[in-house]
């Protein structure tokens, strides 16, 4: 599977689902979560809360005697393009861009990129 372009989403930012069904619809689309991770190689990010699946597990003993397995409900990882990070201001879905500012580090000058919310112009 092709690589989805830059990855603009780091784990810990706040994002927001976009596409899917709707809310009313038993769908996610609109609702809001923190990425747990990212998975550059496919493309995919892992949302807390979005997309939750059952699986079931089989049934066993432990050596104390607890039981585990069962069914589990857990996130399922949803592809980089149906996701938008949440501006931090306006609480509004919103485009990623780079900043680009001298910063003196070690008495030598360096250029770091700073991600930049397209919306407010607020630093991510």
């Known amino acids: ?4 372009g830059k990855i603009r989403i780091k784990k810990g930012d706040t994002v927001q689902l976009i596409t899917g069904a709707s809310q009313k619809n038993g769908g996610d689309r609109g609702k ?20 939750r699946i059952k699986r079931h597990t089989k049934v066993s003993s432990t050596a104390r005697g607890t039981r585990t397995g069962g069914i589990i409900t ?8 149906n996701v938008m990070l949440v501006d931090p201001e306006t609480k509004k879905p919103t485009r990623v861009g780079v900043r ?3 910063v003196d580090r070690d008495g030598r000058e360096k250029t770091a990129r700073i991600r930049v919310a397209r919306r407010s112009g607020k630093d991510l």
Do not use: C, D, F
């Open 74 to 81: 857990q996130e399922a990882a949803v592809h980089i393009s």
């Open 32 to 51: 809001t979560g923190k990425v747990i991770a990212v998975y550059p190689e496919t493309g995919r990010v892992l949302v807390e809360g979005i997309n």
């Open 1 to 4: 599977m092709a690589r989805a």
């Open 100 to 102: 680009t500012e001298k």
